[in-house]
């Protein structure tokens, strides 16, 4: 037996060498080799690196939180979602509990504002009569200081002005008459303007609580019809048979109508809710009558308005002639005090003239008595006479002159003072008034400014809160049907507010609120809150980004580069790229971001331990394709790309294959090439662009030479 196994092992071993010398045995028949004839051509050479990456997203669409909220459902991480898709859902209560009470508080921000506004036109009056009081004691302050500083003309001009005075009187009177009577006419508009108004608002609030209680109504009937088995419309009267005791809005007293029913008795003495069916035609019927009659008060309010308007400038203008009448005859005053000032001096200028006259017909006298008694005609006792005569009228001259010194005497210095003094006082007091004036003025405007500020904030936050809600919009809605109806001359401009919320409604019934949907398709990705991804149940704020969208048409192609050639890339280098997987799709590109720092090839790839080898990641921008097919890349897919590193226009080439290395060479060019089939083995100048092309410097190889490249088969 053992020999039979050892000879059929040494024939195994004889056939196994026969096939292997037949194997190397010289054939006749092998292929000979062929020679291509290769030409010289001029053109563009590119040298490019290539490396196969991957296709990765980039500049996911965030989708945020719209408002704060509980999520109730959060789609699973890392599906496939089509535009319009649910991405989550958030319970709204506490939003639109939010909305209701930025309703409040702006229906109170616009009360204070109403009440700050009223508070500033009282404030107003009160300090501009401050200011008038003390710009008036100025005024008579600057007047008494002028009067007690100007020296007066004399003569006859306390005659002329006063002459001057009495037309300019007569002027200033016939004025004021036709001002009062203009003022009493305007006075009389304006009252009964506020009669209007008061009446006019009177029919707006009992309006309102009309249309309060109707849509009280209203959310009854909706209620009891919303509840199954609950009494609808009639109900009251199967409970409550035989009696009429049902709310009423009957007419009050003066012809006003009460909007708020009167809730009926039952037998035991509980209240008894009015019944929508019974109420609202009531109600209706009472709110239509209100309503035809706010018409007619609008517009006696509007014919009152306009009477009073025609008035105000005919009253403005004659107040002002007033006021111009007032100061020309206030300025003549004035002059003439200034001459009734100087009048005692000029009474003593007259006096001492006429003393000096009696003096010198005292002293003609004496001199004709001397004569005479000097002629023994007159008597030495008639001489005396005459000479007290004389010297009691220069007496009086004496003290004449001595008043006419003193009153030409100017005022002291301690009068003029005081009145400098007074005037500075007025002064200041005006202007101190200005001040407080101007303070506290621009306090209750800073007030009314925040609570513009405030109304605005909310005013914007509601238009962006309510607006997304049918339940709020619906709101809105209702309410600005309610200001058509009390507001008719603004029916216009709240016709096409009410058609803008209509499309919003409609908007917020197709695409709700709470729940966000894909603008596009992508891959969603669920953002994590810490280590897990968000979850149903989870509290998240308004802004909060916990969904992206990464689109297949915003993909980028990364690739990894061996560390050897890494340092012959840059940031703007161009790309083609190919995508196996869709058909070889071409594509074209630009590098974007070459990794500063490298990482082992195993990173990330799950395979265990160090491969010794450094790559650098390389991100490349794909630029969008005529075909349209871009929204077909899928995150992980293939891409082939080709780095273009240099690129050599209009030189002479020839490809690698037709270069052959010259064994032995001494001189620096070691390349050549076969100038004929077979033959020698010719130097050449140039070098090698990339993996696939030779550039030629040498002028005895000019485009169109031939060269041979050989081809051997089956090698």
Avoid: C
Wanted: proline content about 5%; overall charge neutral.
């Amino acid at each position: 037996m053992r020999k039979r196994l050892r000879i059929a092992l040494a024939a195994g071993v004889l056939a196994a060498g026969s096939i292997v010398a037949a194997a190397f045995r010289p054939n006749s028949l092998e292929a000979q080799p062929t020679w291509e004839p290769v030409p010289v051509e001029t053109g563009t050479v590119v040298d490019r690196l290539r490396e196969t990456g991957t296709l990765m997203p980039r500049d996911p669409l965030i989708v945020a939180v719209p408002f704060d909220g509980k999520l109730q459902w959060v789609i699973e991480d890392s599906t496939w979602v089509q535009p319009g898709e649910p991405l989550f859902i958030i319970n709204d209560v506490d939003e639109l509990k939010k909305v209701g009470d930025e309703r409040t508080q702006l229906t109170e921000a616009g009360q204070d504002r109403e009440l700050a506004k009223l508070k500033r036109e009282q404030a107003g009056d009160t300090e501009e009569r401050k200011v008038r009081k003390a710009e008036q004691d100025r005024t008579i302050e600057q007047a008494r200081s002028r009067i007690l500083t100007t020296k007066e003309v004399g003569g006859l001009e306390l005659v002329r002005l006063d002459a001057e005075l009495v037309p300019l009187e007569a002027t200033t009177t016939t004025v004021r008459a036709r001002y009062e009577t203009a003022r009493l006419a305007w006075q009389q508009a304006q009252d009964a303007f506020i009669d209007r108004l008061d009446e006019w608002q009177d029919h707006q609030d009992l309006l309102l609580r009309l249309e309060n209680r109707l849509d009280e109504l209203t959310q009854q009937e909706k209620e009891a019809k919303a509840k199954p088995g609950s009494a609808g419309a009639g109900g009251l009267e199967k409970r409550k048979k035989g009696k009429d005791n049902l709310g009423s809005t009957k007419p009050a007293e003066g012809g006003k109508s009460n909007a708020e029913p009167v809730a009926a008795i039952g037998a035991n003495g509980g209240d008894i809710p009015a019944d929508p069916a019974v109420e609202i035609p009531k109600v209706v019927a009472e709110r239509n009558e209100v309503r035809a009659k706010t018409e007619t008060v609008q517009r006696d309010l509007s014919t009152a308005r306009t009477q009073r308007d025609t008035l105000t400038p005919n009253k403005d203008a004659v107040e002002l002639d007033l006021a111009a009448a007032e100061s020309a005859e206030r300025e003549l005053r004035i002059r003439i005090e200034i001459e009734k000032r100087g009048l005692p001096a000029t009474q003593l200028r007259l006096d001492a003239e006429l003393t000096r006259l009696s003096v010198d017909e005292a002293e003609r006298r004496l001199n004709d008595g001397q004569a005479a008694f000097n002629a023994k005609t007159l008597s030495q006792v008639a001489i005396d006479d005459l000479v007290a005569a004389r010297d009691s009228i220069r007496t009086q001259l004496t003290i004449v002159t001595e008043r006419l010194a003193l009153a030409d005497r100017p005022v002291s210095a301690e009068g003029l003072a005081e009145a400098a003094a007074r005037l500075s006082k007025a002064e200041q007091a005006a202007a101190n008034a200005k001040e407080v004036r101007d303070r506290n003025l621009a306090i209750l405007d800073q007030e009314r400014a925040v609570l513009e500020a405030k109304i605005a904030r909310l005013t914007a936050s509601l238009a962006v809160r309510a607006r997304r809600f049918p339940s709020t919009i619906e709101q809105e809605i209702s309410a600005r049907e309610r200001d058509r109806s009390l507001k008719p001359e603004l029916a216009a401009q709240i016709e096409a507010e009410l058609m803008q919320l209509r499309a919003d409604l409609a908007k917020a019934k197709a695409t709700p609120p709470h729940i966000a949907v894909a603008a596009v398709a992508g891959l969603v990705k669920v953002r994590r809150e810490g280590d897990r991804q968000k979850l149903a149940g989870d509290q998240v704020w308004q802004a909060d980004p916990i969904i992206e969208v990464f689109a297949p048409a915003n993909m980028e192609v990364v690739v990894r580069v061996n560390e050897v050639n890494v340092a012959r890339l840059a940031k703007g280098m161009r790309v083609t790229a190919e995508i196996p997987a869709l058909g070889r799709l071409p594509r074209v590109g630009i590098i974007t971001q070459v990794a500063g720092v490298g990482r082992d090839k195993n990173d990330g790839s799950g395979k265990k331990g160090q491969a010794g080898v450094t790559q650098f990641d390389v991100r490349i921008n794909l630029e969008p394709g005529d075909d349209h097919r871009d929204g077909d890349f899928r995150q992980g897919m293939t891409a082939l790309v080709a780095i273009e590193l240099q690129r050599r226009e209009h030189v002479r080439w020839l490809p690698r294959a037709a270069i052959k290395r010259i064994p032995g060479s001494t001189s620096d060019n070691k390349s050549g090439v076969r100038r004929t089939p077979g033959g020698p083995v010719t130097p050449v100048k140039g070098g090698i662009v990339g993996t696939e092309a030779f550039v030629i410097d040498d002028a005895s190889l000019p485009e169109g030479t031939i060269v041979y490249v050989e081809r051997i088969p089956n090698r």
